[in-house]
């Protein structure tokens, strides 16, 4: 069984026991969080919302807060003598998936 879920504006299909980076979620290691927009689930039948599938949610365990690889913006114009260096590390949530659940209606 997978699901297809929204967290941080982008869509990620999971299954139970994987760990996925999110965009930061509030929170401590340990701490449950509960993703309920979910778009899809598939087992043993598919369930499509529009846009969400309703009484369908995702359990998750934040495993780790960090900060990505650092990434260097460098601009640069010609003849002019401009030049900017800047560096940015994206904030991560790294989520283990505990369970979907999907309550029948």
């Known amino acids: 069984m997978y699901a297809v879920v929204e967290a941080g504006g982008k ?8 760990t996925v980076r999110v965009e930061r979620i509030a929170g401590d290691p340990g701490q449950e969080v509960v993703l309920d927009r979910v778009l899809l689930v598939a087992g043993e039948r598919t369930l499509v919302g529009t846009p969400w599938v309703p009484g ?7 495993v780790q807060q960090g900060r990505g690889r650092k990434v260097l913006v460098f601009k640069y114009k010609p003849k002019v003598r401009y030049r900017r260096k800047r560096g940015h590390r994206q904030p991560f949530t790294a989520l283990r998936i505990e369970r979907i659940e999907v309550v029948e209606s």
């Open 56 to 62: 369908a949610r995702v359990v998750a365990r934040i």
């Open 11 to 18: 869509q990620l299909r999971v299954w139970e026991g994987q």
